[in-house]
């Protein structure tokens, strides 16, 4: 007797993409968001037969699940935070392949680049509550009606609404007009020169006055533990980096989460992302991961 079909493995093949993408956008992890996306799964196919066949739209049930199990990590991420060293930062993400374009580095076909993965965007998204977070992105990144968002983080449509507006809010209040790519492109450049050529009066012009330097070791790595704040001193901690750097190690351009960013590698092994927010012709943000936890995707791939 032949096995019918589990319509479920089909909606796991065809969501899994936009599934870690989710989890991804949520958690600021890929590697958080695979976990999810394989608890998923295994609540999936923990269901007897008849249970499973009987649900409608098993893409929608996957994506309740993941939702829910981010939802309840994100309540306890707050918690493991109190005991990380320094600075969080979201996992950096590599495009598939070198910026501007050159050799194919695929260690991650997982999530769409775009607006709603670029390292501002995370990091907004960090300083909101869980039910925040997952409304907005539900609704306005997933495109979820607010009663489908209710019914997975809980709550009224309403109040799901008023989350989503919330955030929207924050994420207007921190983003920077639109700087074309091909000028953020120029920008990172010459910064890198700069750094390279350890020319402090460079670096300067290049930052905006009032910008932050943000850095992630994990307490696995030196690094600093507080942002610098100030284009000035930002430059002179960049020049001190460049003074205190191996003859052996190598700056490279990559995509970093969709935009123009920098790759810091040694003897094969991926040691600092660098991904940068850009205002008109300033850098405004630099965050540094430095975490090798964080940084596997960029060397195994």
Not at 68 to 95: H, M, N, T
Request: neutral net charge; contains cysteine.
């Amino acid at each position: 007797m032949t096995t019918p079909p589990d319509p479920g493995l089909d909606a796991i093949v065809s969501e899994r993409r936009q599934l870690v993408g989710l989890a991804y956008r949520l958690l600021g992890s890929l590697a958080e968001a695979e976990d999810v996306v394989q608890e998923t799964c295994a609540r999936w196919y923990a269901m007897p037969q008849q249970q499973r066949e009987a649900i409608g739209s098993p893409g929608a049930w996957l994506t309740k699940v993941a939702s829910r199990i981010c939802l309840d990590l994100l309540g306890s991420a707050r918690a493991r935070r109190e005991s990380y060293v320094g600075e969080w930062i979201p996992e950096p993400l590599p495009e598939r392949t070198e910026w501007p374009g050159g050799a194919t580095v695929d260690p991650a076909d997982h999530v769409t680049l775009d607006e709603s993965v670029n390292m501002a965007f995370l990091v907004v998204l960090d300083s909101m509550t869980p039910a925040e977070r997952v409304a907005f992105i539900l609704h306005d990144v997933f495109r979820y009606s607010f009663a489908e968002v209710a019914d997975i983080v809980g709550r009224t449509p309403a109040a799901c609404r008023q989350l989503a507006t919330s955030a929207r809010r924050r994420i207007a209040a921190s983003q920077a007009p639109a700087t074309p790519t091909a000028r953020q492109a120029r920008i990172v450049r010459d910064f890198m020169q700069a750094w390279e050529a350890k020319d402090i009066h460079a670096l300067i012009g290049l930052l905006d006055p009032g910008a932050t330097f943000t850095a992630d070791g994990g307490g696995l790595v030196r690094t600093t533990l507080q942002p610098i704040e100030g284009g000035e001193l930002i430059a002179r901690h960049i020049v001190d980096i460049a003074g205190r750097t191996p003859d052996k190690v190598s700056v490279l351009e990559r995509t970093v989460n969709g935009r123009p960013g920098l790759m810091v590698e040694r003897g094969g092994v991926t040691v600092a992302v660098y991904a940068f927010e850009v205002a008109g012709d300033r850098i405004k943000h630099i965050w540094v991961v430095r975490n090798p936890d964080k940084l596997r995707p960029w060397t195994t791939g």
